[in-house]
């Protein structure tokens, strides 16, 4: 068995649902694991469906959660789950712009039609549509 060194991390291969998880794609391992047995995880353009999959540097992961899609670059494997910011340094997001979410297509979709809206929902609105009065 191989000891964990700082010379050696870099070199490591990983599971998909492991690195999902380390990456802070999913909350928790569990999640992880359905949501590529559900067939959201696909690497170097392959589906996978299977959680054990190694993940190499320089693979690119894409990863279909609820309505948003992301693309990402494995730049280095990670040792463990750490901070937020300490993971976005594992990858490189290489999204297209298309695919991407903006602030205005998140609220577009939190309006609802059917009832009245609120002081605030009116507020967000006329901000958004630039109605100032």
């Known amino acids: 068995m191989e000891i964990m060194t700082l010379e050696n991390r870099f070199n490591l291969n990983t599971r998909l649902d492991q690195?999902?998880?380390?990456?802070?794609?999913?909350?928790?391992?569990g999640i992880a694991s359905k949501a590529i047995e559900r067939g959201s995880c696909n690497v170097n353009d392959f589906v996978i469906k299977k959680k054990n999959k190694v993940i190499n540097i320089g693979d690119i992961v894409?990863?279909?959660?609820?309505?948003?899609?992301?693309?990402?670059?494995?730049?280095?494997?990670?040792?463990?789950?750490?901070?937020?910011?300490?993971?976005?340094?594992?990858?490189?997001?290489i999204t297209p712009f298309i695919l991407q979410k903006t602030k205005e297509t998140k609220f577009l979709n939190k309006i609802s039609y059917g009832r009245r809206?609120?002081?605030?929902?009116?507020?967000?609105?006329?901000?958004?549509?630039?109605r100032n009065f």
Do not use: M, Q, W
């Not at 279909?64 to 463990?80: M, Q, S």
């Not at 809206?117 to 630039?130: A, E, M, Q, V, Y």
């Open 117 to 130: 809206p609120t002081k605030s929902n009116r507020r967000k609105l006329d901000k958004f549509t630039g």
């Open 19 to 29: 690195l999902l998880y380390y990456l802070r794609f999913f909350k928790t391992r």
């Open 62 to 93: 894409t990863i279909k959660n609820d309505d948003t899609v992301k693309k990402i670059k494995i730049l280095k494997i990670p040792i463990r789950r750490g901070p937020f910011k300490e993971a976005c340094t594992h990858y490189e997001v």
